[in-house]
């Protein structure tokens, strides 16, 4: 038997004792009788329970072990991340061994099963419920205390070369830290986050001040101050690990493939760019803000080119901003992303994502194109929907996302945005591709000079802009 018809047999064989066991409750058969029979059942053991992650995390399968002569399972699943207020996500009589729910990353749940009973066969439900806490955080790798320096506290706890491969530094909830100079982490994948999903760690950054890496980082639930500095808050380093180089290709790029990510944050008085390359040809594979606001400020003197997502002779594979706020208090020349190379840099077939999605931004890149870079290629894709716009780019705003090309070559997927400029609705503007989607004609109503982005009732009922600034009841 070959290699690939001995996998086939095994997962047929594993299979069948997975429906075997899971139908053991089950009597659609008038001719099968279970083994258990006139008994008072019990509910599945906590030990055996399991927790399955779908690829891209936004669900999760939870399995459990069957109970013989079982006539199904009560279950619910609640979010404790306040233990005081459990928020039930899911709860459901099953007819089975497993079920599928949403998933939400830096969660504590706890699970509730029990045994129902059968009544052809006499048996009762279980007398107890079997509880199961777990939760979706990273694990932590090392707790930093409040009032510290992180510079100072990294160059006093190196990183060990031998360590895991994504390593998690926990903020105190509520804690104040500042950064007063470069922290290089060269090659190892690093969090920090507050270790509260809901009370933010403070970070001022000074003068000098950035996060220096060429592997994937991740920045979550901080409060960042970024006035003093005067470099991106994460640098991609000017002298990466050849390791990294030609990973895919052989046309020099370096390569992160692990995803860079700033979630849940409030960054106020960002003069520099949120995330930067300024010398090697990188491929960043993925850039994912999300849940986040950012407050730009053009009077900021910088030491390097202040567009918000800048990569001078490189480019981002895939980037998402989503459920989340970009702004300045007045109109800026910025441009959004700037990019000095282009998939083709490592291979004709690499593709290339731009998304905006549930988003509000206001005051960048005011006339001028949103983004700066090789445009009009088949291998792009743009999409940008339930956003609003507001004095960002030129007119046509949405042919800025492409440098102001009007092309079909790239892949477009637009729908349900506002864009309003100089105090009037420019969506007639928003041409140039086969289908622009619909947008709304009437005025947001958001004034970010102070800033208030809760927009009006229309966008509000059309699901527009940053979810957290959408008061009305659902």
């Keep these: 038997m070959n290699k690939a018809s001995a996998i086939f047999s095994l997962s047929l064989l594993v299979f069948g004792a997975a429906v075997t066991s899971c139908a053991d409750h089950y009597d659609g058969d008038e001719s099968w009788s279970p083994q258990v029979q006139n008994a008072t059942l019990t509910s599945p053991e906590a030990s055996k329970i399991s927790i399955t992650a779908s690829p891209d995390g936004s669900t999760m399968t939870i399995a459990w072990p069957v109970v013989y002569g079982a006539g199904g399972y009560a279950v619910a699943l609640y979010n404790v991340n306040n233990p005081e207020t459990p928020v039930l996500v899911k709860s459901d009589s099953i007819d089975g061994c497993s079920m599928s729910v949403s998933r939400e990353e830096d969660t504590n749940y706890s699970l509730t099963i029990r045994t129902l009973g059968n ?56 804690g104040n830290y500042t950064v007063s100079g470069k922290i290089e982490f060269g090659g190892h994948q690093v969090t920090l986050r507050s270790s509260s999903k809901s009370n933010y760690a403070n970070v001022e950054m000074q003068a000098g001040s950035y996060f220096d890496t060429y592997a994937g980082f991740t920045l979550k639930y901080l409060n960042i101050d970024a006035e003093a500095t005067n470099k991106a808050i994460v640098y991609f380093s000017d002298e990466p690990s050849e390791s990294i180089q030609n990973l895919i290709g052989e046309k020099g790029c370096y390569f992160i493939m692990d995803p860079v990510v700033v979630q849940g944050c409030n960054i106020t008085k960002l003069g520099t760019s949120i995330v930067s390359a300024n010398g090697p040809k990188y491929d960043v594979r993925v850039v994912s803000i999300n849940n986040t606001v950012v407050e730009l400020d053009k009077t900021i003197p910088t030491a390097n080119n202040a567009a918000f997502v800048y990569m001078k002779t490189g480019f981002i594979t895939d980037f998402t901003i989503k459920n989340s706020t970009v702004y300045s208090r007045e109109k800026t020349d910025v441009f959004f992303i700037q990019h000095g190379g282009r998939p083709k840099d490592v291979s004709d077939e690499e593709q290339r994502w731009v998304s905006i999605l549930n988003c509000t931004l206001a005051n960048i ?87 208030d982005f809760v927009p009006a009732t229309a966008q509000q009922e059309a699901g527009q802009g940053d979810p957290r600034w959408l008061t009305l009841a659902p």
Excluded: M
Aim: glycine letters at 6%; charged letters at 20%.
């Design 119 to 174: 009544q052809k066969y006499n048996n009762a439900e279980a007398q107890q419920s079997t509880e199961y806490k777990f939760n979706t955080f990273l694990p932590t790798y090392a707790e930093i205390p409040d009032g510290s320096d992180l510079k100072a506290w990294f160059e006093a706890n190196p990183i060990p070369e031998d360590s895991a491969s994504h390593l998690c530094y926990d903020l105190a909830p509520g």
């Design 365 to 451: 890149a005011y006339g001028k194109n949103f983004c700066d870079y090789h445009n009009g290629q088949t291998t792009y894709h743009y999409a940008l929907k339930n956003t609003i716009v507001q004095d960002c780019g030129k007119a046509n705003f949405l042919t800025g996302l492409n440098k102001g090309q009007s092309s079909d070559n790239p892949t477009w997927d637009v729908n349900n945005n506002t864009c309003w400029r100089d105090g009037s609705d420019a969506s007639a503007s928003q041409t140039g591709i086969k289908n622009p989607g619909l947008w709304l004609t009437t005025d947001p109503e958001i004034d970010p000079a102070i800033p």
